[in-house]
């Protein structure tokens, strides 16, 4: 197919942030082959470093979310490692909507009085309760709403009544994709307690706007994406609480959403593992390879403790989020996959975040001795210099496409115009990313010596080399932050 002249001249053309230079457009039989201006888009990309390691700014009106994650409901110890991996993923979305100012709502607010130690634990930033919403209102339309017990023994202890969904199931449910065995829920004051937080939340939208955070204009419940992130297990229960909110609040939002996350499986310990014993295990095993990697005991370090504690989170996160959450997780807890050397593991990245801090405080240091000059105006770099095809990796496939990767994981939970009640996120996109960086900056960083001698014809390529890569350490500190993870300075 023979491209229009016109496209061409186009596309060579074209200017803006993220469009790399075009040197040359020819057209070929398999389409156009484009032929880049390296050392412009070097130039383009490392003059503006801040526009490509942070979040693009919203162009217009931010949806609203109300981010609800039924795991944490419950107790530390009763936690699974499905229901954990739920946690994970609603705090990595929120921390990714939040940085594209959008206003998120976290519910519930955790009430048992372990949860907030452990989360904290876990790097997760969610609300803990303060006072109990009323609960009045939705109490007296249950009652309302209530079908008929024929014995009283019919119900469990601590249920105020049964209330049939059948008929909303049919007029809202079957169509939006609920489960069509759906069709009555057992009402307690717990899911009414929840329900008047989930109310509460959405009726909370002018808080957002004081928080400075760019809301849509319409203040209505129906302006909300309520989303919820739950466990394979919990799915049904959360359909039940859809309907019934639905029943008890005309004002409920019309979009609710189902972001399910698949089984966890584990070899190598046992099936029944929770949520904190699986972090237990995580920091004893990242104790002891650390031990042996640095030959001695340094658990009574407080600095050292610190330390182990990211890397113990840093390698649940990775392990948790780097697969798609609606695919089913295969954990293998053997030691072995906590090493630095493994180069998909979250060690690794926290391994190269902290090869860069040495890097940049070797050179401060070599600047205090007066080898080297203080750093130049970037304006003034000559970025040529830059002809490593692995200096081209790092900006073209990481640097360059960042922002855009994080618009795109953000818009994903998005899913207001689509139909039926189930949604999928990529959360696992900025792991992934963030480990094909690693990998290709320590290739990189193992073949070629960034502080040279210092002689000053050599001046030129090391300051180019060292501006490349401080965008790496900008992006990468960015992606860590989406997963609630600080950089390290050593390991």
């Known amino acids: 197919m023979e491209v229009p002249e016109g496209v061409v001249h186009a596309i060579v053309g074209l200017q803006g942030p993220g469009v790399a230079p075009v040197l040359c457009c020819a057209p070929t039989p398999a389409g156009l082959a484009l032929q880049l201006q390296r050392s412009a888009v070097f130039e383009r990309v490392l003059c503006s470093v801040a526009a490509y390691a942070a979040p693009a700014a919203p ?49 519930p607010a955790v009430r048992d009085p372990h949860m907030p130690t452990f989360l904290r634990q876990l790097r997760v930033d969610w609300p803990e309760v303060s006072e109990k919403p009323s609960t009045e209102a939705l109490r ?13 023994g019919a119900l469990p202890p601590g249920t105020l009544g049964r209330v049939c969904l059948k008929e909303l199931m049919e007029e809202r449910g079957r169509t939006a994709g609920y489960d069509p065995s759906v069709d009555s829920c057992l009402v307690t004051e717990d899911l ?23 809301a849509a204009p319409d203040a209505g419940a129906d302006s909300y994406v309520v989303l919820h992130v739950v466990s394979c297990e919990e799915e049904f229960q959360q359909q039940k609480l859809d309907l019934l909110w639905w029943k008890l609040d005309h004002q409920a939002p019309l979009t609710q959403k189902h972001l399910v996350c698949g089984p966890v499986k584990v070899t190598g310990a046992p099936s029944t593992l929770t949520a904190p014993e699986y972090y237990e295990l995580r920091h004893a095993q990242v104790c002891k390879v650390s031990s042996l990697k640095h030959g001695k005991d340094l658990e009574q370090d407080p600095a050292w403790m610190e330390i182990f504690r990211v890397l113990s989170v840093a390698t649940i996160k990775f392990e948790m989020l780097s697969t798609a959450p ?13 090493s630095t050397k493994g180069s998909k593991s979250g060690t690794f990245v926290m391994y190269n975040c902290a090869r860069l801090a040495t890097l940049f405080e070797g050179y401060t240091c070599s600047v205090e001795q007066g080898l080297y ?7 003034s770099l000559d970025f040529s210099l830059l002809r490593d095809e692995g200096e081209w990796l790092l900006l073209f496939n990481s640097i360059l496409p960042f922002p855009d990767l994080l618009r795109q994981t953000a818009a994903l939970p998005l899913p207001c115009p689509t139909p039926g009640l189930h949604v999928a996120a990529r959360t696992e996109t900025v792991c992934k990313f963030l480990v094909q960086l690693s990998m290709d900056f320590s290739s990189y960083y193992n073949r070629v010596h960034i502080l040279g001698e210092p002689r000053p014809h050599l001046f030129g390529q090391m300051f180019a080399r060292l501006q490349l890569l401080r965008a790496v350490r900008d992006v990468l500190h960015t992606g ?11 390991i």
């Open 192 to 214: 009414l307690s929840l329900l008047a937080e989930l109310q509460e939340a959405v009726q909370a939208g002018a808080e957002g706007s004081s928080l400075g955070l760019a």
């Open 373 to 379: 000059p203080t750093f130049p105006p970037v304006s």
């Open 140 to 152: 007296n339309r249950a009652i309302a709403e209530l079908s008929p017990a024929r014995e009283a």
């Open 480 to 490: 860590l932050a989406m997963l609630g993870l600080p950089p390290l300075s050593h």
């Open 326 to 338: 609606q695919s089913q997780l295969l954990l293998a807890l053997a030691d072995s996959s906590i």
């Open 59 to 107: 162009t217009g009106p931010t949806p609203r979310v109300v981010l609800h994650c039924p795991a944490l409901r419950g107790s530390p110890s009763t936690l699974r490692l499905s229901q954990l991996r739920a946690v994970l993923v609603a705090d990595h979305l929120a921390r990714i909507l939040q940085a594209h100012k959008v206003s998120v709502r976290r519910v």
